[in-house]
Antibody, heavy 122, light 107 residues
C-alpha cells in the first residue's frame, strides 16, 4: 500500500521560502506512470494544485505560482519536494502531497499524505 | 484556464435520500473529471475518476456521469458516513483545477 508523508517547517516568516518534503513508502517514486504533486488548502477553503513532478524531473506548475514554485524529486531517497518562495500570510494552508497517474490520459490524485499545516507569520 | 463550477455549494439531506451534485466546466473535458470526498481534518479521498469509474473500495451507492462540460455525482441512498465536502477536479489539461466544493450535511 502506497503511503506518503509530508515533513518540513510548520512556521515560515513572510517573504521567506516554504520548503516541504514528501517521503513515499510502499512503492517506488520511479514508477513510470506516476506523477507526484503538491496541493494546498487554506483553512476553511478549497483545494489548489501547485505543481507535479515525474521521476525524471519533468515538472508541471500552476501558472499563477510558476515564478515562485519549484517541485523536485530525489529518487535515491524516494522523496519529492516543494519550494515556494516569497510567501505571504495568505499562503497559510494545509499542504498535501499526492500521487496521480498518467495512463492514456491523466487520472485523479489517488494517494495522499495526511497533510501538514504551514503557517506564514512573523 | 478551465473554470470548474460546482452546485449547490451546500446541501442538507436525510439518510436514504438521493443526492446529486453538479460540476460544470468552462470548456469540454471529454471525460477527464474526477470526484473527491473530504472529511474534516482528513485529506481528500478519490471516489471516481474518468467521470464514471468508481475507485476500489468506494461503495456502489456513489456514481458519476456526464461528459463534455457537465458532470454529476450521485449518491443513491445517503448514509450517515457520507457527510463531508465533495470536490470535482479536471484532469483534461495540466492545470488540474478543482471545483469550489459542495458540503453535504446529514439532517
Amino acid at each position: 500500500q502506497l503511503q506518503l508523508q509530508e515533513s518540513g517547517p510548520r512556521l515560515v516568516k513572510p517573504w521567506e521560502t516554504l520548503s516541504l518534503t514528501c517521503t513515499v513508502s510502499g512503492g517506488s517514486i520511479s514508477s513510470r506512470d506516476s506523477y507526484w504533486g503538491w496541493i494546498r488548502q487554506p483553512p476553511g477553503k478549497g483545494l489548489e494544485w501547485l505543481g507535479s513532478v515525474w521521476y525524471s524531473g519533468h515538472t508541471y506548475y500552476s501558472p499563477s505560482l510558476k515564478s515562485r514554485v519549484t517541485v523536485s524529486v530525489d529518487t535515491s531517497k524516494n522523496q519529492f519536494s516543494l519550494r515556494l518562495t516569497s510567501v505571504t500570510d495568505a499562503e497559510t494552508a494545509v499542504y498535501y502531497c499526492a500521487r496521480h497517474r498518467y495512463t492514456n490520459g491523466w487520472g485523479g490524485f489517488d494517494y495522499w499524505g495526511q497533510g501538514t499545516l504551514v503557517t506564514v507569520s512573523s | 484556464d478551465i473554470q470548474m463550477t460546482q452546485s449547490p455549494s451546500s446541501l442538507s439531506a436525510s439518510v436514504g435520500d438521493r443526492v446529486t451534485i453538479t460540476c460544470r466546466a468552462s470548456q469540454s473535458l471529454i471525460n477527464y473529471l474526477n470526484w473527491y470526498q473530504q472529511k474534516p481534518g482528513k485529506p481528500p479521498r478519490l471516489l471516481i475518476d474518468g467521470a464514471s469509474s468508481l475507485q476500489s473500495g468506494v461503495p456502489s451507492r456513489f456514481s458519476g456521469s456526464g461528459s463534455g462540460t457537465d458532470f454529476t455525482l450521485t449518491i443513491i441512498s445517503l448514509q450517515p458516513e457520507d457527510f463531508g465536502t465533495y470536490y470535482c477536479q479536471q484532469s483534461y489539461n495540466t492545470l488540474f483545477t478543482f471545483g469550489g466544493g459542495t458540503t453535504v450535511e446529514i439532517k
